[in-house]
């Protein structure tokens, strides 16, 4: 597959995690000024799942890459490696991420998106928008190939 292919299959994917990590934000935001209360919407429990499945994938991919002997997770494509490696230099810097959840390991991430009561609604807010932080970073650099401004 071409350069351009991927970059394509990239950001549609990176624009439907972003569409789902607004559809959990604004939903949590809500929720945390009281003005929403109640069961979910169809449409966010959905979001819920495509983004915990997207933090399952990536899970892997920032594993090996952070191991000294680690290859490429298998089934992972160019880009997903990249979006990892950018995580994993992100969540070294102090500035990046506001988020103490993203500091800690992504199924502790995971855990606390699943949570049937959110303890900490801010510290997941937090850690969902450095989520969508760093995949718009990724997604402006697919939106460059696929147009051809590189």
């Known amino acids: 597959m071409s350069v351009k292919w991927l970059s394509y299959q990239s950001f549609q994917y990176s624009q439907q995690l972003i569409s789902?990590?607004?559809?959990?934000?604004?939903?949590l935001k809500?929720?945390?000024?009281?003005?929403l209360s109640g069961e979910h919407s169809l449409k966010v429990i959905k979001a819920f799942s495509e983004v915990d499945a997207f933090l399952e994938a990536f899970d892997l991919?920032?594993?090996?890459?952070?191991?000294?002997?680690?290859?490429?997770?298998?089934?992972?494509?160019?880009?997903?490696?990249q979006l990892g490696t950018r995580y994993i230099k992100a969540r070294r810097s102090t500035r990046k991420f506001r988020s103490d959840l993203l500091a800690r390991s992504i199924n502790d991430f995971r855990d606390a998106l699943r949570a049937a009561e959110?303890?900490?609604?801010?510290?997941?807010?937090?850690?969902?928008?450095?989520?969508?932080s760093l995949i718009e970073e990724h997604f402006n650099e697919d939106i460059s190939e696929v147009?051809?401004?590189n």
């Open 20 to 27: 789902a990590l607004n559809a959990i934000l604004i939903d």
């Open 30 to 35: 809500l929720r945390e000024s009281g003005n």
């Open 61 to 81: 991919v920032v594993s090996r890459a952070e191991q000294p002997d680690g290859g490429p997770a298998l089934g992972t494509s160019m880009r997903m490696r």
């Open 118 to 132: 959110v303890d900490d609604r801010h510290a997941l807010i937090a850690g969902l928008e450095d989520v969508r």
């Open 147 to 149: 147009i051809g401004e």
